[in-house]
């Protein structure tokens, strides 16, 4: 069992930056790929990005290329996302997710955190 929290989230103007992080206990964190994924009122949650267990490759849905990054610290067992030129788009609530795999779909994750919210304002 991994048990995962994210804080970071909050209020931002568009075009400001948040950075949400997301701390991992439990089995071996380095043993799992990590990912981001949110939800949005009325959507399905979706894929934002992923990165392998190694931090050697990084995922990013379309909609958050060049904008968000995403990143590791195995000996902190914490994984980042940086997110810079918000959009009011970008309003959802933001889980941090663990699979045995690489993924980079919703449901290919195994085990997810609470979330935390981020409203961004036009």
């Known amino acids: 069992q991994v048990r995962l929290v994210e804080s970071g989230g909050g209020l931002v103007q568009a075009g400001g930056s948040l950075r949400l992080s997301c701390a991992a206990s439990g089995r071996t964190f380095s043993n799992y790929a990590m990912g981001w994924c949110r939800q949005a009122p009325g959507k399905e949650r979706e894929f934002v990005a992923g990165?392998?267990?190694?931090?050697?490759?990084?995922y990013y849905a379309d909609s958050v290329k060049g904008r968000f990054t995403i990143s590791r610290d195995n000996a902190k067992n914490t994984v980042y996302l940086q997110m810079n030129s918000l959009k009011s788009e970008d309003t959802a609530v933001y889980f941090c997710?663990?699979?045995?795999?690489?993924?980079?779909?919703?449901?290919?994750?195994?085990?997810w955190g609470q979330g935390t919210q981020v409203t961004v304002s036009s």
């Open positions: 997710a663990a699979a045995f795999t690489m993924a980079t779909r919703t449901n290919e994750y195994d085990y």
């Open positions: 990165i392998t267990w190694s931090g050697g490759r990084t």
